[in-house]
């Protein structure tokens, strides 16, 4: 094996895994095939996208050598840009709300990024994201990419977000799963994984369902924003939604660390609580694949790691 040119290279081709232990724990009927992709060097399922959005523009000449990037974030978007920015010669400036876990700022800022913290809206939690809040990211990023002349990396509108899923992170697991898959989950945020997803899985019969929280306010970072009408999942061919609750995807969480030995972060917690529910209700029987999005890491300064310790 010859070494990369980069670490962008490193990007994607995770291993799936069987979690036959929590299978058999629970008695459940069917297979649970999590996608490892924390274990993409920026540590979440978004540096795919990253690299998708970066390398489309430069390729149409939409970003400049040099050039600065601009993108509002939870953390792993903009890890994943800063990692290839920083290969590709773009400053990048990250815009993240307040409420966002601490760990993701410094992560990024280590990668070389500029971060530009928002102040949360009144009445909103630390921990939980709003949709208010997210409003109020987006308007400075809006900003400050007018100001710079920066090109918008906008992971809820360019293509390369849901292309990166259709082209890598669902023909890896129906490879990886032997084309047994029958159901995917993902928890939306962009809705790019499960949009991307979709366009690949809907023509084999792979049903695909939504994963929302049960409420606005909520701690699963990077998602559940009450945003009703993405663009990557406009016409995109879904089963059906289903919700989880913070408890829920705390305890599942902790439940693949225990039993799995799989370190992942509130949102992959709140994948496994759909896929079980699946399992357990109109897929059983089946394989269900979910993604593990990102990494324990990013949620130290919590209380999901406190709480399980406590246990």
Known sequence: MTPLPSVIEAIGNTPLVELSRIVDDLALEGRLLAKLDYLNPGFSKKDRAARAIIAAARARGELRDGQSVVE????????????????????????MSLGNSEERARMMRALGAEVVLVPQAEGSRPGEVSGADLALVEQEAGRITRERAAFRADQFARE?????????????????????????????????????????????????????????????????????????????????????????????????????????????????????????????????????????????????WEQGNAE
């Open 72 to 95: 509002l974030t939870s953390g792993n978007m903009g890890t994943g840009l800063a990692m290839v920015c920083a290969v590709l010669g773009h400053p990048f400036v990250a815009v």
């Open 160 to 304: 390369g977000n849901p292309e990166a899923h259709a082209r890598g992170t669902a023909p890896e697991i129906w490879a990886q799963s032997g084309e047994t898959v029958t159901a995917f989950c993902d928890f939306v945020g962009s809705g790019g994984t499960l949009g991307g997803a979709a366009r690949f899985f809907a023509p084999l019969g792979v049903r695909c369902y939504a994963v929302h929280p049960d409420r606005a306010d909520h701690p699963i970072q990077g998602g559940g924003y009450g945003m009703s009408d993405l663009a990557h999942l406009r016409g995109a061919d879904l089963a059906g939604d289903l919700t989880v609750t913070g408890a829920e995807a705390a305890e599942q969480a902790r439940l693949l660390a225990r039993r799995e030995g799989i370190f992942g972060g509130y949102s992959a917690g709140a994948n496994l609580a759909a896929a079980i529910g699946l399992l357990r209700g109109p897929e059983r029987g089946g394989s269900v694949a979910f993604v593990i999005c990102d990494s324990g890491l990013k949620y130290l300064s919590t209380d999901l």
